[in-house]
Structures are given as structure tokens and as C-alpha cells.
């Protein structure tokens, strides 16, 4: 499991492996383009990005990568002209999506084929954890390809707050967590957990519902299977108030590398955010923090992923499945996530290499239960996620914190998309 630690995380350089072949019924005849749509555009995804275009350029000779990233944070512009572009009957060849239950309404409208054969001749199933290929399966289908995995149940700490606070050890549960967060505000730290708007306040939300529910529990709230209206769902809503009383006041005001400032400068102990956030402190060559699993969710790791499909009506097919299974490969794999700071979404990648972090997380994905992220589109639809966003930024900013009416609103939401 994750452990405290100081972490030495650091972006580690990307090693160029020798490439297998992908095969692609363009190979003799000329170049042929590729058009692969992210948001990948600066940091990390980019340097990440960089290294499967290299890979992919030595793995599928005759086609030539086109970068089509729009650049802004967790997609939010490339969203809007990627649907654009889908209702002009303009797709690019590729596109990344964050796999799960955000590719739902691009499958229910034909927008993406099937690609469970090319699951099987690329032997991909096998290499995938069965958890994981549940959560990406529509009516016994697969649409898309991981290229990595990213953990949201993670919370980041400053060590140096901690120990001038005498907090010497990562909280074993949620009400460990609250007596830690309410010493260092009698320590004189105004904002003991650091917070942004929108998304990063669902972020909190699912990791108190997690710990308070488990992990059958929690991803039933997205089949069905699990009430939003039960006792159990009323008491992780009332932990998420308390929580909130413990950060920033203009938390609304805020994404989430603001938020991380608060951390970095001392002026907050901890923030809840996914792993990407290792790699961010590495690039602001911030070294004294420590993370661990968010209290009370040991053995449960929440998952989101970056992926790719291949769309109907896309113009150079080929390319797209070669492209697909360079994403898919062990080597493709295992350059992204170096660059990426993310992990492989096979568990047949090697560690070496890899930070202190990296390996933690992989040996983790080895063993722990996933579930899946509304924040980050794996459990929940796009329409489903913004509804949820717009309700916690109103119950953030009211002056009384309603507690059965944000109940009753998300209950309602969720009754909209599945049957309770």
C-alpha cells in the first residue's frame, strides 16, 4: 500500500526501447497521417506525449503522427471542439477520452467502433487488470484503449508543517484525519487542507464516500445498485462538511495547482489530489511532502485513465489502430508513463525506472480493488459530472451547509442517469 514517505519523485527520462512492429495496410504506400486529438499541450502530458509519437514513428512505418492538441486544464476546451467537430462529422482519427463512463454517449450515438478484437489479437485482456476491464466494458463491448492510470484517493502532504504541528505519522482514518486537521489549526494554520473548485471538490466528496461506504458500496452509487438517499450516504456527506470547515476560504476561486500553492508555501498541511500531483512538485522542484491513501480507503484504489478510440468515420483507420497498438504496447506503455508520471495501465510493465511513487502505485494497481471516478468521467457520464460540479460550487459558497438538500440534489441527479 501507499505509505508516508519523503518522496524523491522526480520526472524520470524517458528510455528508448527497441520497437516491435505494428502492422498497418499503409506501410508501402506512403505516408499517411494520423490526426491524434488531446490536451496534451505542456508539462508532462506533453513530454508524455512526445515519447509515444517517437514510438509510434519507429512501430508503424508509413504513417505520420498530426498533434491535434487544444490546449486547457483536464480537457475542458478540447472537449468543446472535440463535439464540435463530432456534430460536423469531422472526427480526427483518434481522440483521447477519459476512459469509463464518460465514452457512454459517443457509444450510445454510434460515435466509436468496438475494438474487442483488437483486445484479443494484442492480447490486451490478459494484461489488464479484470476490474479494470469491467469498469470499460459497454454491453460486453470495449471502445477503448488505456494508455495509463491515475490515482485519485491520494492526499499530499507538506512535512514540514506537519512536524512544526507535532503530526508525525499519515492518519489510519477519517476521524484520525479530522483531529490532524484541527491541530494544525491550533497550530496557527489557517487552511489546514487545501482546496480548489469544481472537480477537485468532487475529488473530496468520493474519497470521503469511499471511505465511509467501501469500495461495493461507492461504485454501486453510479449502477444503482447503492441508494444516494441511505443513512450511509447522509454521514460521508456530514465528514465532507466538516472537512470543508478546514479549507480555504476562496477555495471557489481556485483550480487545483493554486491550491497546491497554498501546500508548497506552508500555508496548508495537505490537499487531496490525484498522482499528478508528484510530478507537478518535482517540476516546482518541491521535495519536502509526503503522501498516502486517503484515511479510511486502504486497499481501494480509485482510478482514472487517459485513452484513446477509434471513431466512426475516422479517415485513416489504419493508422488509428496502429497508433492503438502502440498506446496498448508494454514498451508505448512504459515510455508515456516515464515522461507522464502516471503508471501503466498493464501490470506487466517493469518497475525499474520508475520513481519511488511510480512503484508504490504499481504495486498497488497489482492488488488493490479499483473503482472508478465521477470527477474524472470513469463512473459517471460528462452531463452527470458537470451536474454534480454546479451542486457542490453552490453548497460551497452558501453560508448554511444544507446537508439533506445536497443529499436530495444528488440523489435526484443520479436518478436521471441510472435506476436506484
Known sequence: MLSTR??????????????????????DSGSAKVEVFTWW????????????????????????????????????????????????????????????????????????????ADYDSWGLRAALPQGLLDDLTV???????????????????????????????APKNLDAFLQDLAKLRRAGVES???????????????????????????AGLFTGATSWKSKAVRGALN?????????????????????????????????????????????????????????????VFQWLADSFVLPDGAGNPDGTRCWLKTVASVDGQRDFNLAKGSIPARTDVAGDGFSAYQMDAMADWKTATPVPSCAHGSACSQDWQNTVNATLGAFSTA???DVPGLQAA????AARYVQQ
Open 139 to 169: 454491453d460486453g463491448k470495449l471502445y477503448s484503449v488505456p494508455a495509463n492510470i491515475h490515482r485519485a484517493n491520494v492526499v499530499w502532504a507538506n512535512s514540514q508543517v506537519l512536524s512544526d504541528a507535532g503530526i508525525l505519522q
Open 399 to 401: 453560508a448554511e451547509k
Open 41 to 116: 499541450a505542456e508539462g508532462g502530458e506533453k513530454a508524455g506525449l512526445d515519447s509515444l509519437v517517437s514510438r509510434f514513428g519507429t512501430a508503424c512505418p508509413g504513417q505520420e503522427f498530426e498533434n491535434g492538441a487544444v490546449a486547457g486544464g483536464a480537457g475542458i476546451n478540447a472537449k468543446q471542439v472535440l463535439n464540435a467537430r463530432i456534430a460536423q462529422n469531422d472526427p480526427p482519427d483518434t481522440f483521447q477520452v477519459h476512459a469509463g463512463a464518460e465514452l457512454a454517449d459517443y457509444i450510445a450515438a454510434g460515435r466509436v467502433q468496438d475494438l474487442s
Open 6 to 27: 519523503r518522496a524523491l519523485a522526480a520526472v524520470v527520462s524517458v528510455v528508448v526501447l527497441a520497437a516491435s512492429a505494428c502492422g498497418s495496410a499503409d506501410e
Open 192 to 218: 489546514p487542507l487545501a482546496l480548489g473548485r469544481d472537480w477537485t471538490q468532487l475529488m473530496l466528496l468520493e474519497s470521503v464516500l469511499i471511505a465511509d461506504l467501501g469500495a461495493k458500496r461507492f
Open 239 to 299: 465528514d465532507y462538511v466538516q472537512l470543508l470547515a478546514y479549507s480555504n476560504a476562496d477555495r471557489d476561486a481556485l483550480d487545483w495547482p493554486d491550491a497546491e500553492r497554498l501546500l508548497i508555501d506552508g500555508r496548508a498541511g495537505y490537499q487531496v489530489m490525484g498522482d499528478w500531483e508528484a510530478a507537478d512538485l518535482a517540476a516546482k522542484n518541491f521535495q519536502a511532502y509526503e503522501y498516502f491513501t486517503f484515511p479510511g480507503t486502504e486497499g
Open 410 to 413: 444528488l440523489a435526484a441527479t
